[in-house]
């Protein structure tokens, strides 16, 4: 087990790579430690990126769309455009392997974000699942070492799961943001201020309708749980082991969720550092019975994803 490299093995920007993956994702913090050295590294270095979009993205400071247009532009190969993150990424991205239109689909997915999020059908929540969170899995499948490309449709899938998990969780949370992520098909159309509101005088009616729409997200997201736990057959043990665990933290969310009768104006559900435990010694099972055979993607998952090139090109 790796607890992660030392201060004094890490350059500056991993060094901050590090804090803020301590500070914000505890999840994978907690499972990174299962991970080989320069997996754990390269991964950390991934986080930060990804974490940077995302503060770009929700920061309060004005211009986020701006510079994020500006970081897709230079990722694009604009050669016009300043953006030192940017250059620090494409060179990172050609050491370790990873797709760089992966990451420009994630960039177009937080540009949705700024404005008010009022999404309509199941196809529209797997494609922003794709976007801002299927997008991670493409670009971490080759740092994880991958022993075949065919394992990034299931990388996408997994990440799909974790995010359609993050969107149960974090329902009210999203309202106060003037966000709703559950489909107009499966809400009643119900507005954020709806459920802002009825967080705070209950109105029966809202409470089950939105519950009802947490409990479909979460049955969708098992889909997409079980399709990626089948890929990671096709990565070495250890790293398997590692995202097993990483699954395992965050399926427990909705897990936890489901027995609170999906109570989504309760605020969001934590799994503490003995949960973290338990999830670790459940993947156990899964790492004991893993399949020498090499699972085969089922195309309908990606149904809803035939607009991105780096998904359409893993078919």
């Known amino acids: 087990m790796v607890n992660g490299p030392t201060a004094g093995d890490l350059t500056a920007p991993e060094a901050v790579a590090d804090r803020m993956l301590a500070a914000h994702g505890k999840s994978f913090h907690w499972a990174r430690r299962f991970l080989g050295a320069t997996a754990a590294r390269q991964a950390t270095l991934l986080y930060a990126f990804c974490r940077l979009l995302d503060d770009i993205a929700d920061g309060d400071a004005p211009g986020g769309e701006v510079r994020l247009r500006a970081l897709d532009a230079r990722l694009a190969g604009d050669q016009a455009v300043h953006a030192p993150e940017a250059e620090a990424f494409l060179s990172f991205a050609a ?30 929540l797997i494609c922003y699942a794709y976007q801002v969170a299927g997008t991670v899995g493409l670009m971490m499948a080759p740092i994880l070492g991958r022993s075949d490309p065919h394992a990034d449709a299931f990388a996408v899938d997994l990440g799909i799961a974790m995010q359609l998990t993050n969107i149960a969780r974090d ?9 709703r992520y559950l489909p107009a098909l499966w809400c009643a159309d119900v507005l954020p201020e709806a459920i802002r509101d009825s967080a705070l005088r209950p109105d029966p009616r809202i409470h089950q309708t939105v519950a009802e729409a947490v409990k479909k997200t979460l049955c969708l997201a098992e889909t997409y749980y079980a399709s990626g736990l089948q890929g990671l057959a096709y990565l070495p043990l250890r790293n398997d082991a590692a995202i097993a665990v990483a699954a395992c933290v965050y399926r427990a969310i909705g897990r936890r969720l489901k027995a609170r009768k999906y ?23 899964h790492i004991a019975s893993r399949n020498q055979m090499r699972p085969q993607h089922d195309r309908h998952l990606h149904h809803a994803l035939k607009g991105f090139d780096s998904v359409t090109a893993l078919q």
């Not at 404005?115 to 199941?122: N, Y």
């Open 95 to 124: 050491e370790a392997g990873i797709p760089v239109s992966a990451a420009r689909d994630l960039i177009a997915g937080l540009i949705f974000d700024q404005g008010q999020v009022l999404l309509q059908t199941e196809a529209e």
């Open 171 to 179: 329902v009210l949370e999203d309202a106060h943001l003037n966000r």
């Open 263 to 285: 109570a989504w104006w309760q605020g969001r559900q934590v799994v503490g550092t003995g949960g973290k435990i338990i999830c670790s010694l459940a993947s156990l099972p």
